[in-house]
């Protein structure tokens, strides 16, 4: 599965097909700033599942972005795999992240 941060208008994000199905964290018009308990309940529900077969694509308000990626270390005992744009190939990549460990390694 690739949880997309926040929908967004106009980006293009059908590469990232490739490592799994589209699920969106929150809503184009989603902000933390005024909708923290809400939100924050919302991502950590679609999230719960979050394993090494995951990947989230870090799009849209930064605050959202931070939230998703400690919820999803938290499910995932500090695993997180992340879809990092390459301008020149077009495409996304993998960047695996290990909170507990350090270590932080990309794979194309």
Not at 30 to 37: A, G, L
Not at 95 to 104: D, L, P, Y
């Amino acid at each position: 599965m690739v949880y997309v941060t926040q929908e967004q208008e106009g980006k293009n994000i059908v590469t990232a097909t490739k490592y799994g199905e589209i699920t969106f964290l929150a809503e184009k018009g989603d902000q933390m700033s005024f909708q923290t308990e809400d939100l924050v309940e919302k991502i950590t529900m679609k999230l719960q599942g979050f394993n090494d077969m995951d990947y989230l694509l870090l799009i849209g308000d930064p605050a959202i972005i931070g939230v998703a990626v400690a919820i999803a270390a938290i499910c995932n005992e500090g695993k997180v795999s992340l879809l990092k744009w390459d301008r020149q190939d077009k495409m996304y990549y993998a960047v695996n992240v290990n909170i507990n460990g350090g270590e932080i390694n990309g794979n194309k």
